[in-house]
């Protein structure tokens, strides 16, 4: 008994000392603070909506700030809905840059925080500040061709959202040029401009000839194709833009600026970029009621192509979309093709014009002949908060109370031996890495 009675005193001593342990160790833990922790995270994904004179409703660029948010800011990053970034990370390509959504490490690390607290650390931890870019400042260098709006837009102070197509001031290019940098910025009214996207078209044929040339959101700064490619400004182009504006309390004039560099006359790239349409479909039926109206289209490609990038169009009632390439000839027997899924967004949101461009490594490469099938699901039930009008039958139209279905892709097209080269590359570099992950 008396053994009884020491053993059962020396298991209580070894289970005070493990506890103890464990204390220790959890007190070792260093605590999440945002100056070390959670500032850093703020400035790369958060910062550039979030501050004064912005697009956002607050500003979080200094511990005061973001405070009186953290449990706002804990629910948008934990269900992410901030920063905007709504591509599905399961299905296709998964490598995107820029890429300014958050890690599940960074989300852990701000619910951490929160949960804790908000505590503010060290201040010395604390990283310098960013600082931003003059908004005067082309980002792209000094443009050849400047063209803006005719005449400020005034934004009243309370007003519903509003979508506009304008035509900017005339440019003059009486023969084809090549495109080496394009940006579009607001001049104006920074707050009030969520989007503004820029196209091109040709007077005798506006519809067909329409291109996207360049879209501004917020945190976006121009495009600079890489050495050797290149977009065509086709000669006598017209340039328009569509904007989207929204009060923000106080009566402002908007307006916004398009700069584009070209490349010497009579330079020819080695790729032209294209930007244009796939999967267009005007014979939209979205039921009221209808949480998941589905349409599909289809796009084929006369060439072989190296995808760039994807962006996402439908209107208020938009939920979702998936690109899919059906390559022909790719199947385990003649005649039957292969489905690559591209990409999806399984959360459409129509105030975040986003396009997500893929990594080098991670573009694409489709032969001539791939299908290109885009499927979009719509919610016309009171469940969608985006709705204009749940009791109403919708279907395509221009209108934002209208629908629409289609993406927007880039790509560069390739010649049969471009395309296998890059196939064969594209193989060496999997195979090189196969191998050392082996090792």
Request: aromatic letters at 8%; a negative charge.
């Amino acid at each position: 008994m008396n053994g009884s009675k020491w053993g059962g005193i020396a298991a209580f001593v070894c289970a005070g000392l493990v506890g103890a342990s464990s204390v220790a160790v959890a007190q070792a833990k260093p605590q999440v603070t945002f100056a070390k922790d959670v500032a850093p995270i703020l400035q790369r994904a958060c910062q550039a909506c979030h501050r004064p004179n912005n697009i956002a409703p607050m500003s979080l660029l200094t511990y005061e700030e973001a405070r009186p948010w953290a449990r706002s800011i804990r629910v948008k990053v934990a269900e992410r809905e901030m920063p905007p970034w709504y591509i599905d990370r399961n299905v296709g390509v998964k490598k995107f840059d820029p890429d300014p959504s958050l890690s599940d490490a960074e989300i852990d690390t701000i619910v951490k925080w929160v949960d804790a607290g908000a505590p503010r650390g060290n201040p010395a931890d604390m990283p310098p500040p960013r600082k931003f870019d003059d908004s005067d400042r082309w980002h792209i260098g000094e443009p050849d061709i400047i063209a803006t709006l005719p005449k400020d837009v005034i934004v009243k102070a309370a007003a519903a959202d509003q979508w506009m197509d304008v035509d900017m001031t005339h440019v003059d290019i009486p023969k084809d040029r090549y495109i080496k940098a394009v940006e579009v910025k607001p001049s104006k009214g920074p707050s009030v401009v969520h989007h503004a996207v820029a196209s091109t078209y040709l007077e005798d044929d506006p519809e067909i000839s329409k291109t996207l040339l360049v879209e501004y959101a917020v945190g976006k700064f121009g495009d600079i194709y890489p050495d050797g490619a290149a977009r065509v400004l086709r000669a006598n182009s017209k340039l328009s833009m569509n904007l989207h504006l929204h009060s923000i309390g106080e009566e402002i004039p908007a307006n916004v600026v398009v700069g584009i560099k070209l490349y010497p006359e009579g330079y020819k790239p080695t790729f032209v970029e294209t930007v244009t349409h796939v999967g267009d479909n005007e014979d939209l039926d979205i039921a009221p009621g209808d949480a998941n109206a589905r349409s599909e289209g289809y796009t084929v490609l006369t060439k072989p192509v190296r995808l760039t990038s994807f962006q996402p169009h439908l209107h208020n009632r938009g939920k979702a979309q998936c690109v899919e390439a059906i390559i022909p000839g790719a199947g385990i027997r003649p005649g039957i093709a292969k489905t690559q899924t591209i990409s999806c967004v399984n959360r459409y949101r129509f105030n975040w014009h986003i396009v997500y461009h893929y990594t080098p490594d991670d573009q694409p490469l489709l032969p001539a002949g791939t299908m290109l099938k885009v499927t979009s699901w719509h919610d016309n039930t009171s469940a969608n908060k985006f709705n204009p009008d749940p009791s109403n039958w919708a279907g395509f139209g221009q209108r934002s109370i209208d629908d629409m279905a289609f993406a927007w892709m880039t790509w560069y097209e390739l010649t049969e031996d471009q395309y296998k080269e890059m196939v064969a590359e594209r193989q060496r570099k999997t195979q090189a890495a196969t191998q050392n992950q082996q090792q």
